[in-house]
């Protein structure tokens, strides 16, 4: 009888180091766009800015909707948070993860296959990441890159 070897650390770690799960193994939940519709609302009825939807399907192993938005004060952020968590637990999606609520510049919701980030104008223009993760990012450049000699 063998004997399977334990790799120490959270199931989430283990996750990490087995490296990202192709798009043909992981089934996406077909509540997404459920979710995705509940939150957007959620937050242009707290009077969020600029709220931007990035599709990351076959892009991340982490997620298939990434939600960016502004808010204009720590206290409508963390109402913003606090709403999208209450608002999703109520049509049954019961694990959503908060950091940074408690008063910072950005707060991100981990809701499985959307991940919602709500920063101040500042933080958001800093970590760009409409920038990092947008679409015209995988658009190749029309000419070649030419080499430095």
């Known amino acids: 009888m063998g004997s399977a070897v ?8 283990k996750a990490a180091v087995a490296g990202p799960i192709s798009t043909e193994t992981r089934e996406a939940d077909p509540r997404v766009e459920q979710f995705l519709d509940i939150i957007t609302t959620s937050l242009e009825d707290d009077k969020a800015e600029d709220i931007v939807v990035i599709d990351l399907t076959g892009r991340a192993s982490f997620a298939d909707r990434m939600v960016i ?6 206290r409508q ?4 948070a606090a709403h999208i968590d209450r608002k999703l637990g ?5 694990r959503v993860r908060t950091e940074g ?7 991100l919701l981990d809701a499985g296959d959307i991940v919602v980030h709500l920063f101040k104008a500042e933080a958001r223009a800093l970590y760009g990441l409409e920038r990092m993760w947008g679409a015209d990012l995988d658009v190749p450049p ?3 890159a030419t080499p430095v000699e």
């Open 101 to 107: 609520a408690s008063g910072s510049d950005w707060v």
């Open 90 to 94: 109520e049509v049954g999606h019961k």
């Open 77 to 80: 952020i963390a109402a913003m």
């Open 142 to 144: 029309e000419a070649p």
């Open 69 to 74: 938005a502004t808010g204009i004060a720590d």
């Open 6 to 13: 334990q790799v120490p650390g959270t199931p989430r770690k």
